[in-house]
């Protein structure tokens, strides 16, 4: 799977956007980009996943470049409780009923403040 | 969406005794399952890979024989700690894999060997 590049730590206002940078310079073209995020000594959550197109759920916002190298998360309005370890991880989504691993990389700590 | 229940959510042993920590997928099948492991301060570390019915593949370096993997059914994955030392204090997060709703994390386990 392709390696991800996070910066360490964001820091966001409370009620602002955050957007949290994820560079994946070598993903495949079969490779999807998946954002999870894990609050304090709690299992992760998953956020949201792409391919190629831009994606919006209830949680999150995600922004994938036309040349797929990079993507950006994008929390619309921050709250306290966003404050979390996100991952950026990119691997092949097979499908079927035969699943691959999910390797995660350092992340980025964002701390959202009042 | 999909759930998976982690259990004990902290366990407390004594050096050289064994533990066991369960996984289970509450409302779907989970043919593979993802057990991790994760030091204070670092990501998560993939330990093995759980497959029903058939042996579990470990990551290079995890001994095979001191984490004992056993995915008995489609719901159930345990994690056996043998012989826990106090380096093996850790917080420990499985995982499964649901068609729908991608990967599914657990709780967490805090283990701390005394």
């Known amino acids: 799977d392709a390696k991800t590049t996070q910066p360490t730590s964001m820091d966001c206002a409370e009620g602002r956007a955050a957007n949290l940078p994820c560079n994946h310079s070598t993903i495949s073209g079969n490779e999807y980009v998946y954002w999870y995020r894990q609050i304090h000594s709690q299992g992760p959550q998953y956020i949201i996943h792409?391919?190629?197109n831009n994606e919006t759920n209830e949680m999150a916002s995600l922004i994938i470049t036309e040349d797929r190298k990079s993507s950006t998360l994008i929390l619309p309005h921050a709250t306290l409780r966003d404050t979390a370890v996100y991952y950026c991880i990119v691997r092949v989504d097979t499908g079927g009923t035969s699943y691959g691993k999910l390797t995660f990389g350092q992340g980025t700590i964002l701390t959202v403040h009042p | 969406g999909a759930v998976v229940s982690q259990h004990p959510s902290w366990v407390i042993c004594k050096s050289g005794t064994s533990v066991k920590i369960e996984c289970r997928s509450l409302?779907?099948?989970?043919?593979?399952m993802f057990w991790y492991r994760q030091f204070p301060k670092q990501s998560l570390m993939l330990m093995a890979t759980?497959?029903?019915?058939?042996?579990?593949?470990?990551e290079q370096g995890v001994e095979k024989d001191k984490f004992l993997i056993n995915h008995a059914s489609l719901t159930l994955s345990t994690l056996t700690v043998t012989s826990a030392h106090p380096e093996d204090s850790s917080f420990y997060i499985c995982?499964?894999?649901?068609?729908?709703?991608?990967?599914?994390f657990g709780s967490g386990t805090r283990l701390t060997v005394v």
């Open positions: 759980s497959n029903e019915g058939s042996k579990a593949t470990y």
């Open positions: 409302d779907f099948q989970a043919t593979t």
């Open positions: 792409g391919l190629k």
């Open positions: 995982s499964a894999r649901e068609r729908a709703y991608g990967y599914t």
